[in-house]
């Protein structure tokens, strides 16, 4: 049986603060009732600036650790959009704070499809001999890129972090990762950007805030469209039915995105795990997070088959499969 790797340990972390869709509503021109019909969400967890991405990135990995049963990793992978700093890189002070010592450490610059890349990452260290664990956490404090004036993107973005642990085993072991499946399509950048703090911005001499603009309905129907294709895709690749998947645990974007998705695939709405009422949408934490809400809740089961697809800023995309393992309760 090919050496695969293995989902041992799951963990997460939300800040305290949270601000709900009234708070919004109380200072920019909008509605809870539009936020709630058109995305999903009610409320979101907000960062304070003395934690940022780095502690809910060590809290939620802390976590995973501890469900995997572990206390050392072989590396440490951080998927992230909201650094700590544009440099260095937020995975090695993470490392340290975890106490892993000098373990490999590294940050993966995938926006909202960050996880899946980090979990082909893990996957492929794992599959080449060159790792036996891997720590994986997808980490934002991503409000401190939405322009707190802009109705079309701060009531949909929230701040987070979730974590998996990675082990080797076998491919017919519960919680195997399966296939994951990459794209990327960089004449679809403009769908999602921020200008300022990059090369760009700077050698310009532009003065652009760091601040997400977004073409909302534009990324909203490509997005259907690529999550679909992959997801078919990667069920192709397993050699599983669509009407024996369990779960879509995807991207928490839009639960109209996701609702779409079930619908377009031949699935029922309850299909698809919807955390985004709760948290919004936290990028590269959102999958993590929402397998966290679906072990809690009881919604993600031992031997569930369970996948994973994203579309995000890039424009990236993806999908991953696997069967749900019996982890120890975070
Ligand atoms: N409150 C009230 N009205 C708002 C609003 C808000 N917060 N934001 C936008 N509107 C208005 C628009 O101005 C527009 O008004 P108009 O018809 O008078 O021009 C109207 O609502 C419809 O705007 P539109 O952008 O077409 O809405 P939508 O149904 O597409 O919903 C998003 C907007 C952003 C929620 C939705 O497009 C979306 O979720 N997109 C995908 C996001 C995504 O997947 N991102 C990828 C990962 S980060």
């Keep these: 049986m090919a050496r695969s790797a293995v989902l041992c340990g799951l963990g997460s972390y939300l800040p305290t603060r949270v601000v709900t869709n009234a708070d919004i509503a109380a200072e920019l021109d909008t509605t809870d009732e539009w936020i709630t019909t058109r995305t999903g969400i009610r409320q979101r967890h907000v960062v304070d600036p003395e934690q940022c991405t780095s502690g809910l990135a060590v809290a939620a990995g802390r976590e995973a650790l501890d469900s995997a049963g572990l206390d050392i990793v072989d590396y440490v992978v951080v998927a992230t959009t909201t650094p700590d700093r544009l440099c260095p890189a937020t995975g090695p002070t993470v490392a340290a704070r975890l106490g892993l010592g000098t373990v490999p450490a590294f ?7 960050g996880f899946l890349y980090g979990l082909q990452s893990g996957r492929a260290l794992i599959g080449a001999g060159l790792a036996e664990t891997v720590l994986l956490i ?30 080797a085993g076998a491919a017919d072991e519960p919680g195997a990762i399966l296939a994951v499946t990459l794209h990327s399509d960089g004449t679809e950048a403009d769908l999602i950007t921020v200008e300022g703090g990059g090369a760009r911005a700077r050698l310009g001499g532009d003065p652009t805030p760091a601040y997400i603009r977004m073409q ?99 424009a990236t995309w993806g999908a991953a499969a696997l069967t749900w393992p019996n982890l120890k309760q975070p």
């Design 216 to 314: 909302g309905r534009s990324t909203f129907v490509t997005a259907v469209t690529r999550m679909e294709e992959v997801t078919r895709h990667t069920l192709t690749e397993v050699g599983w039915t669509v009407n024996e998947v369990d779960r879509i645990a995807g991207h928490q974007a839009n639960a109209r995105i996701l609702h779409s998705l079930a619908k377009h695939l031949g699935l029922p709405a309850e299909a698809a795990i919807t955390h985004l009422r709760e948290v919004g949408n936290t990028a590269g934490a959102s999958i993590p997070l929402a397998l966290h809400h679906g072990q809690r809740t009881g919604l993600l089961r031992p031997g569930h088959r369970v996948v994973l697809p994203a579309f995000g800023a890039g």
């Design 138 to 167: 997808g980490a934002e404090s991503f409000t401190s890129l939405v322009d707190p004036a802009d109705r079309g993107t701060r009531p949909i973005f929230g701040d987070g972090a979730g974590a998996v642990v990675l082990r």
């Design 107 to 113: 940050d993966i610059s995938a926006v909202c499809s």
